[in-house]
């Protein structure tokens, strides 16, 4: 069996003195959460206990009782060697004779108990055991039960001492497009830990995206911003998530001041005319850019950051450049959309592929960021990755990418004369 112990039952076991009662909720599949403490014989009142709801809920509801000790740290060196050890235990006198206070003696049926050692880690530091850990008590001796502590900080927090948590925290990012590419990125841009993201897309999910998407079945129909904000809420509740379920060419308007309150914009939105739009408003608002999209129906992944300086292009501009060097513009391609219906061109990458790309997109954008708020290690290679998903030797420069999985970085290329969105309004 394995115990889960919330944070607040945990709070209360350190400091409410040397024993009390318990209550538990436990399912058919050898799980149970502490959900009420008391101390000593006090009222068992209950504790915010989320942690296994909704395993629990799939699985029956069994109510258990049980009791808490203050230990002397040698009991939980013998349960850290007893476990693991099928049948291994100690005789119940063991087990009592090592109790600060309070013994509740055990019927017909065992309990569970949990110990607090206090100086367990200080007394015995070796052997890498909990302060609190869980047994079965029972006549015939009480047996070691494996546990699960939920520690005071989680989420993000967890390793704010080797990455830069408070700076990405303060960050503002806005995603243009939530389907395949975007969805991989909203999720990256949350585990990286960026405090606020406003995700906008106008679209539903639909029967055909489940193969590529992030977001599962049970969103069918729903807007895709609000499925995929539901989520990423859940799985990174550090993360504040806002759907917009908006159109950044038709809204414009209702866009344009949200950009001049945040620090970075992604596009991973499909056609030129979106990828267009949302770099003139990004230059506009003086916030950086990145666009992420597949091309050669697939084969190539690319990351475009565009910042709004005076020696960086915009994305025509770029374009242009590839151009007049005897290059393609893949932009027109991206105007025909992907899918299984008859208005769309059929997409040959693979949901992993696509989420390689959205993954480097957030890389790109946490890179930038944290960039700009004195962080050189993490300054990027170039502001025009390609991504080679299959093998395109075919291809004109610089998307002759000729092994699957090699990356190519190219340096910014300057502003075209004349161009309305490069040129300052």
Not at 56 to 64: F, I, K, P
Not at 95 to 116: C, D, I, M, R, W
Not at 193 to 206: E, K, M
């Amino acid at each position: 069996m394995l115990i889960l112990v919330p944070h607040d039952a945990a709070a209360t076991v350190r400091q409410a003195g040397p024993w009390g009662l318990i209550s538990l909720r436990g399912n058919h599949e050898d799980l149970a959460v502490v959900r009420g403490i008391s101390a000593r014989e006090g009222p068992v009142l209950p504790v915010n206990a989320t942690l296994g709801q909704s395993l629990l809920a799939a699985s029956g509801d069994v109510r258990l009782t049980g009791c808490w000790y203050r230990v002397a740290p040698i009991l939980h060196v013998y349960w850290r060697q007893l476990s693991g050890r099928l049948g291994a235990g100690i005789p119940v006198s063991a087990f009592q004779e090592h109790l600060t206070s309070g013994y509740k003696n055990p019927g017909v049926t065992p309990y569970l108990a949990l110990t607090y050692a206090p100086d367990v880690k200080e007394s015995f530091p070796e052997h890498e055991v909990s302060d609190i850990v869980a047994w079965r008590v029972g006549r015939d001796g009480a047996y070691p039960l494996s546990s699960l502590v939920e520690p005071s900080t989680t989420g993000i927090g967890q390793i704010q001492d080797h990455w830069p948590v408070r700076d990405l925290q303060e960050a503002r990012v806005m995603l243009i497009g939530t389907g395949s590419i975007g969805s991989a990125t909203a999720h990256a841009l949350a585990g990286y830990g960026i405090g606020h993201l406003i995700l906008v897309d106008p679209d539903r999910l639909s029967w055909h995206n489940l193969v590529r998407h992030t977001t599962g079945r049970r969103h069918i129909g729903r807007p895709k911003a609000v499925a995929l904000a539901e989520e990423i809420t859940t799985l990174r509740p550090d993360t504040t998530v806002v759907p917009l379920v908006l159109d950044v060419i038709d809204d414009a308007d209702r866009i344009r001041p949200l950009l001049r309150e945040s620090h970075l914009v992604v596009c991973t939105a499909d056609g030129v005319a979106a990828r267009r739009v949302t770099g003139h408003l990004a230059r506009r608002a003086r916030i950086p850019a990145v666009m992420a999209c597949v091309l050669q129906d697939g084969a190539l992944g690319e990351i475009l950051r565009l910042m709004p300086w005076p020696q960086h292009g915009c994305l025509t501009c770029r374009r242009q450049t590839l151009a007049e060097h005897g290059s393609i513009d893949p932009e027109p391609a991206l105007d025909a959309g992907y899918g299984t219906g008859t208005r769309h061109r059929p997409m040959t990458a693979v949901g992993p592929d696509l989420h390689i790309v959205g993954h480097l997109a957030a890389k790109t954008a946490v890179a930038t960021l944290l960039e700009r708020r004195g962080h050189p290690d993490q300054r990027l290679p170039g502001e025009h990755s390609l991504i080679s998903l299959r093998r395109q030797p075919d291809c004109a420069p610089p998307f002759d990418l000729s092994r699957t999985g090699e990356t190519r970085w190219l340096p910014a290329t300057p502003p075209h004369v004349g161009c309305p969105t490069c040129e300052s309004p």
